[in-house]
């Protein structure tokens, strides 16, 4: 199986900030990368995919980059509405595979 | 736009057999998508269970594999998950998700629903 790790797995930021959460893959899966977003209590949301491509209806804060084994998902600038659970999943292969979680909260 | 509902089967019994259906609308389930199961344990991150396609062709993860099972009703236009042999560690929430393109995205969700496995 692919192991995916993200860092760090909590922040706390001001809005305003802006944020990056790294994922890092361990074996290259080359663009293979998709990036959710959780609220308590609700399903995951696509933000991005194919590593840099942006979800229909995701405000362009957030970004998405990477190839290979490392990845970072950027909000360039936080807003309310942003405090939540960031998980990165990788489609190279099967086992589909998750991220451990990067928690955002507020300062 | 396609929409997701997952049934809400509540409590299962240890050792017993979970069953999960998943209804599609605003698109055919006979498409070019695949359709997929996650769960979330409370409080923990999210582990992909399977997904299978119209034609039958199906991946499973190697961990649950051998308890899962997972099928398309054309006729009805949706999908399910049993998964036997339930224990404490299969309490979840159990998503349905469409599976897109070519690299395997998951896009819409059903809103989730908890499985408690208790006697």
């Known amino acids: 199986d692919i192991q995916m790790t993200q860092s760090p797995s909590s922040l706390s930021a001001s809005v305003g900030d802006r944020v990056t959460i790294t994922c890092r893959a361990s074996?290259?899966?080359?663009?293979?990368l998709n990036w959710y977003q959780q609220k308590p209590g609700k399903a995951p949301k696509l933000l991005i995919y194919?590593?840099?491509s942006l979800q229909s209806g995701v405000p362009s804060r957030f970004s998405g980059s990477g190839s290979g084994t490392d990845f970072t998902l950027t909000i360039s600038s936080l807003q309310p509405e942003d405090f939540a659970t960031y998980y990165c999943q990788q489609s190279y292969n099967t086992p589909r595979t998750f991220g451990p979680g990067t928690k955002v909260d507020i300062k | 736009q396609v929409q997701l509902q997952e049934s809400d089967p509540g409590l299962v019994k240890p050792s017993g057999t979970l069953s999960l259906t998943c209804a599609v609308s605003?698109?055919?389930?006979?498409?070019?998508?695949?359709w997929s199961w996650v769960r979330q344990p409370p409080g923990k991150g999210l582990e992909w269970i399977g997904e299978?396609?119209?034609?039958?062709?199906?991946n499973y993860n190697p961990s649950l594999k051998s308890r899962v099972t997972i099928s398309v009703d054309k006729s009805k236009n949706q999908f399910s998950l049993k998964v036997s042999s339930m224990t404490a560690a299969d309490t979840a929430v159990y998503y349905c998700?469409?599976?897109?393109?070519?690299?395997?995205?998951?896009?819409?969700w059903g809103q989730g629903t908890l499985v408690t496995v208790s006697s």
């Open positions: 299978m396609y119209h034609s039958g062709s199906s």
């Open positions: 194919a590593a840099s």
């Open positions: 074996q290259s899966i080359s663009s293979y």
């Open positions: 605003g698109g055919s389930i006979s498409g070019s998508n695949w």
């Open positions: 998700a469409m599976r897109n393109g070519d690299y395997a995205w998951f896009d819409p």
